[in-house]
């Protein structure tokens, strides 16, 4: 409830209004039934604007650390994740990924929406970057389609760092479901889940048009963050 009132009367209306994003392929989601919403990830509000312009209600797991925060600003933090559809996950690796990897079947065997960035981050210059084969596991576990989705010009209404939007259209494009059933049975197959994470990499590049870089982005972040040093 608290969800639907922020997305539809307290939140949604007001943002939509200013922004006003444009949609194209909100047709290709189906109404009912577990789907993964696979998308590029250009800016924080990502995880704002694809849950407003889509129907369904579309959950999103995100960094455990946005609902721990302390005082008045921890609260609102909290309280907008919440808004949103978020769910707090451990991405510290090992035992921690298997629980995220868990908590998303859960959605999915629910007949829910869940929202994926394959990148596995934000991508730090506006590029696409290698996928993660994370969301290839949980499509042939779940056995649900996939939808690759792009967010378009997000990066240039919130860039990296800063803390308010400026005013601008922003768009969101949603590509037809992928099927990967002919892999059934083969989610123990790293090869495997390198070919459909690829395959859908591609879909997401096709669609946004970004320059791709075969590598992960948190590489990238990492070797930046060394020279700065």
Known sequence: MFYWIMKN??????????????????????????VILASNHL???????????????????????????????????????????????????GKASEDSLNTGLRVLAGGGVLGIYPEGTRSPDAKMYRGRTGVAR????????????????????MPTGTRIPKVRRIGVVIGTPLDFSRFEGMEGDRFVLRSITDELMYELQRLSTQDYVDVYATSVKEKRASLSR
Do not use: C, H
């Open 9 to 34: 009367i307290v939140i949604g209306p007001l943002v939509l209004g200013i922004f006003r994003p444009w949609v194209v392929g909100l047709e290709n989601i189906p109404k009912e039934g577990g």
């Open 43 to 93: 800016s924080f509000i990502d995880s704002v604007f694809l849950p407003l312009v889509v129907p369904r209600r579309v959950v999103f797991l995100a960094k455990s650390e946005y609902f721990t925060g302390k005082g008045l600003k921890g609260w609102a933090t909290r309280q907008f994740f919440k808004a949103t559809g978020q769910l707090p996950i451990d991405r510290s690796g």
């Open 138 to 157: 949980m499509v042939l576990e779940a056995g649900v389609p996939v939808i690759p989705v792009a967010m378009i010009d997000t990066e240039k209404a």
